[in-house]
């Protein structure tokens, strides 16, 4: 029995990893042995790099979701990737509306056509969490500490696009149609080439960029609780050179300590290209959620 694999948003960031890890290893579909991937179709709107789409186990579905969902074929399992991400549905409400929900539940249709129930898993994010009305003085910030019984309170075009289709996975698999999960994915760092429309572009930014001799700013305001972790992730000054290219304003030196540890005992792992007075890489503001 051949074992066939579909990835929507298969020539993103997170897809074209999937896609690597899917055609390197046997995997496991839900309660099946291990298995390798005889077919692996990868949708999107942008072809796949090429060492993805030279494995002849690859197929390329080129173009809108919506248009061409009806030429995936079938497949034991979907993960559905493609979607615009949250500050570009903001910035469009119509785009993310037609990408996030009209193509979502394009996919979920295609799957409900399957002649046994695909697995699904659809790419939801912690945008669908919010600021709680009843806990306004919550000390964690706004969206506070995240548990399991924490209800979403998406507040974003892009959250609730997300949360409607989390609803829609559900339902569709209590009819029986899919096999689904969602997975409620955090910020995804470090994603590599140059700055996405994600709200939380910058997180990857302030690692990214100055590894590269560029600067980045950390747009999160000083005070904010979890501000002080993306600092520490950060590249650290110590006695490297590129001098500090991340920074925080209003409190460039608070950090310092957390900075300072993670100092690298090695030389600097790339090599630098750029100057101090290389422009500065800035971040988009705003929610800190994709
Ligand atoms: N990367 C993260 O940190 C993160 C966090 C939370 C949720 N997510 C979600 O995970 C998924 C993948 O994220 P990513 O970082 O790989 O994003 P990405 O932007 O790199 O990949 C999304 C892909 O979807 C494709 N796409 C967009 N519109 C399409 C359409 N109409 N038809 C077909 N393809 C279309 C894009 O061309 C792109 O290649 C997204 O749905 C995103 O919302 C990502």
């Given at each position: 029995m051949s074992t066939r694999v579909i990835v929507t948003g298969g020539a993103g960031f997170i897809g074209t990893l999937l896609a690597r890890r899917l055609l390197a290893r046997p995997v496991t579909i839900a309660d099946g042995r291990p298995a390798p991937v005889d077919e692996l179709v990868l949708a999107d709107l942008v072809a796949p790099p090429p060492d993805v789409a030279g494995d002849p186990r690859v197929r390329a579905v080129t173009g809108d979701l919506a248009a061409t969902a009806g030429q995936l074929g079938e497949a034991d399992?979907?993960?559905?990737?493609a979607g615009v991400v949250s500050g570009a549905a903001e910035a469009d409400f119509d785009l993310g509306m037609r990408v996030n929900l009209d193509g979502t539940r394009a996919v979920l249709e295609h799957a409900r056509r399957h002649q046994a129930p695909p697995v699904l898993v659809f790419s939801s994010s912690l945008a669908v969490f919010g600021q709680d009305p009843a806990r306004?003085?919550?000390?964690?910030?706004?969206?506070?500490t995240v548990g399991d019984d924490t209800l979403p309170r998406p507040q974003s075009s892009y959250g609730i696009q997300k949360f409607i289709g989390e609803q829609l996975v559900a339902d569709y698999t209590r009819k029986g149609f899919v096999r689904g999960r969602s997975v409620r994915l955090m910020?995804?760092?470090?994603?590599?080439g140059k700055p996405n429309?994600?709200?939380?572009?910058f997180v990857s930014g302030i690692i990214r960029e100055p590894l590269a001799g560029l600067r980045a700013t950390c747009p999160v305001p000083p005070g904010t609780p979890g501000r002080a972790v993306l600092a520490a992730a950060a590249p650290c000054r110590?006695?490297?050179?590129?001098?500090?290219?991340a920074t925080c304003p209003g409190?460039?030196?608070?950090d310092e300590p957390a900075r300072a540890r993670h100092h690298?005992?090695?030389?600097?792992?790339?090599?630098?290209?750029?100057?101090?007075?290389?422009?500065r890489a800035t971040s988009s503001t705003g929610p800190t959620t994709r």
């Open positions: 399992a979907i993960f559905h990737l306004p003085a919550n000390p964690g910030g706004p969206a506070g910020t995804v760092a470090v994603r590599p429309a994600a709200a939380s572009s110590g006695s490297c050179a590129p001098p500090p290219s409190q460039p030196d608070r690298p005992p090695a030389p600097w792992p790339t090599r630098w290209t750029g100057s101090p007075a290389t422009p």
